[in-house]
């Protein structure tokens, strides 16, 4: 299983929208809507932004937002903030009972 | 409060194999699974193997087959990863986290635990 395929990096300005994002194949992303997203500070536990292609978390800002069409989802974060600065991965299910992650994407608040 | 706490660091040799552990509290211990996941320096996060915490089923990554073995001990709500065969490529942090069952994404992370393969 491959990992799913995100841009190196994003960058943008504060207030600024930024999407990235994540490919994968009708294995993984394009057969289940069980994609989430993880937002990760170096050094601390990654943290679940979405589930289910969609769905925040309790908690979780509306500036995050998600979708998906065939086999590529996509994040994008709204009002950019400096406290946005992180790793980003887009986790899938697989049909072989397995979970995928994404290769990464930095994202940089100018 | 939900916790998933690690065990420590750990330095191993090439060629030796690891034990981690992972201590649940705060939930009740078969209601969600355990997966484990790796980041090396300077990759990204890394899906390794889950094992469903209600019935012992067990899902291992491809990359792992063969050399990781994911177990649990639902007496003292703990999971554990044995993965042998070391190489300086498995240096990284390692992390349990917890699912839901049947949910499908990851709502509670250990603090990680460092593993260094190194002669």
């Known amino acids: 299983q491959s990992a799913l395929t995100q841009p190196a990096s994003v960058s943008g300005s504060p207030g600024q929208s930024i999407t990235i994002s994540c490919t994968g194949t009708n294995s993984d992303i394009g057969r289940y809507d069980f994609v989430s997203w993880y937002q990760h500070h170096p050094g601390k536990a990654p943290k679940v932004m979405i589930y289910?292609?969609?769905n925040r978390p309790s908690g979780v800002s509306n500036r995050f937002s998600a979708s998906k069409s065939g086999n590529t989802a996509s994040l994008t974060i709204s009002g950019l903030q400096p406290e946005d600065e992180a790793d980003y991965y887009c986790?899938?299910?697989?049909?072989?009972?397995?979970?995928?992650f994404g290769t990464g994407t930095k994202v940089t608040v100018l | 409060q939900v916790q998933l706490v690690q065990s420590g660091a750990e330095v191993k040799m090439p060629g030796a194999s690891l034990k981690l552990s992972c201590k649940a509290s705060?939930?009740?211990?078969?209601?969600?699974?355990v997966h484990w996941v790796r980041q090396a320096p300077g990759h990204g996060l890394e899906w390794m193997g889950i094992?469903?915490?209600?019935?012992?089923?067990?899902f291992y990554a491809q990359n792992f087959q063969g050399r990781v073995t994911v177990t649990m001990d639902t007496s003292t709500s703990t999971a554990h990863m044995e993965l042998r065969s070391l190489t300086s490529d498995d240096t990284a942090i390692y992390h349990c986290?917890?699912?839901?069952?049947?949910?499908?994404?990851?709502?509670?992370w250990g603090q990680g635990t460092l593993v260094t393969v190194s002669s």
């Open positions: 705060g939930y009740t211990f078969t209601s969600y699974n």
């Open positions: 289910h292609v969609t």
């Open positions: 986790n899938s299910y697989t049909s072989s009972f397995t979970y995928v």
């Open positions: 094992i469903k915490t209600s019935d012992g089923t067990i």
């Open positions: 986290a917890r699912e839901l069952d049947s949910s499908f994404y990851l709502d509670n």
